[in-house]
Structures are given as C-alpha cells and as structure tokens.
C-alpha cells in the first residue's frame, strides 16, 4: 500500500467536482460566460494505466473533510488493479499530467464496486456520494477566453493561487439514479454527472465502460470543451456516512 501525500494547498482544481462549497460558488458565477473551444486535433500521447503503481497519480485531501478515503494497489491472478475504501470519507487520486481531449477523446476503464450507499441520492448536496467515479476536468485557457472571463478568473487565481476549472464531466456508479441519466450536479451547474451504472445488481462483477469525452461535453453543456483536462477517480461517502470498497482494473485513454 501506498500513503498517499496531501496537496490540498493545489486542491482548487478538483474542488468543484468534489463539492467544496467556495469553489463551486465560484464556478456558479461563472457559468454565464461562453467558452472557447480549441480547433484541431492534438498529437499529446493517450493513457493506458493498469494500476502497478500510483506514481503517476496523485492524492487530494479536501481542507474541510477530516476523514480520507485510501487508495492503494492489490493483485490477483496477475492482475493489478486499484482499490479505493471510503468510511464516511472523500478523498481522490489525481493524474500528475494533462490530457488532450480532442486528440484523445476516447476513454475505456473498467471497476467493480462492492456495493453502493443506501442514502446515496445524485439529486441531492445530502446524497451526493458515489462507491466509484471518474472525473473529468476542464481547463480554463486564458488565450481563448473574452475579457469578462478573464477578470474572473484572473481575481479567482489571486484568492485561490491557480485557477478553478472550466467545468467537469463525472462517469459514475450511482446508488439509486437510473443508468444513462445525465444531469448536473446539486452544487454546481458546471458539473455534468453521467450514470454509467446504478444500484447493487451488478456489485462484485468487473464491467468495462467506454466513452467519448468530446461528444458527451458537447452533449451534456451545450458547447464544444476546453482542449486540455485533468483526470481523477475517486470514492466518496462523506454525506451520506456509509462506506464501500470499490476496485478499478484499468483506465486507457485514446485517439478515436
């Protein structure tokens, strides 16, 4: 196992997804400003992680939420994989590195969660827990915003030390909101939530999921994404103060 280190002086750019209420405020207030989209194509490398290690990962403890979930690596049968636990926590792992989503727009993982959270409700701040999620997190690109978005960003970067993402896209295994619902999140309208997978009926089995990053912004938000985001996975129970374990066998990340 691996102890994970604090970088909650960096935590800004995954607040909003995790639902810290000052940065999701602050992402609120931006969400009337349009964005820019990048055109082309990148030629940024993909990703395929089978969880060996987590040296290309690292942890994010949320200031306001004493208790952490753990992430650490397991194997079986020369298979490795991610084991995240939460008990009445959230924390999350984070990719060291950027991804180009417009020239990697494709992403395939596949998990297993061994239950969900009976007060688990997507719909509400109360039940906003998940056994298992994948975030997907938007830059803000200062050269392709309007002068308005840069104020606003620009006085966020002071408070904050970097600026707050553009927006987010949440892949995740919900406890009771039917599959193949898209809606945005109790906090904040800048973030998208899409329910792979829902309730306990398939809980202990491996399942594979696959997505088009591009096409479910532009679906989802209404507008083409920014090029550059981070991603994360994470277990959470901090509202709802159940717990789970959940596993993650591999995450790839690739051109279409």
């Known amino acids: 196992m691996k ?6 002086g960096r935590a800004p750019a995954l607040l909003a997804a995790a639902g810290a209420a000052i940065i999701l405020i602050l992402l609120t207030a931006l969400a009337d400003i349009p964005s820019h ?3 082309g194509m990148g030629n940024s490398p993909g990703l395929y992680e089978d969880f060996n290690e987590l040296e290309q990962w690292e942890g994010l403890y949320f200031p306001k939420i004493k208790e952490h979930s753990s992430y650490s690596t397991g194997s079986a049968g020369g298979t490795t994989y991610l084991i995240a636990n939460s008990s009445a926590s959230a924390s999350a792992l984070v990719l060291k590195r950027e991804i180009d989503v417009y020239g990697t727009p494709r992403i395939i993982w596949r998990w297993k969660v061994g239950g969900v959270y009976e007060k688990g409700n997507l719909r509400t701040k109360e039940g906003d827990d998940s056994p298992l999620r994948v975030y997907v997190m938007f830059e803000y690109d200062p050269e392709r915003a309007g002068a308005g978005m840069r104020l606003k960003y620009a006085i966020a970067k002071a408070i904050y030390g970097q600026y707050p993402p553009h927006a987010s896209l949440n892949y995740l295994w919900a406890s009771s909101v039917p599959e193949g619902t898209e809606l ?3 906090y904040t309208e800048r973030s998208g939530m899409i329910v792979m997978r829902s309730g306990p009926s398939r809980a202990g089995q491996w399942i594979t ?3 088009d990053m591009v096409e479910d912004y532009r679906r989802v938000f209404g507008e083409d994404p920014p090029r550059r985001a981070r991603l994360a996975v994470m277990n959470d129970s901090d509202n709802t103060g159940e717990a789970s374990v959940s596993y ?3 995450i790839k990340i690739s051109s279409p």
């Open 184 to 186: 945005r999140s109790a």
């Open 209 to 211: 999921e696959e997505a």
């Open 37 to 39: 989209a990048e055109p």
């Open 248 to 250: 993650m066998d591999f």
């Open 3 to 8: 102890r994970l280190r604090s970088i909650a």
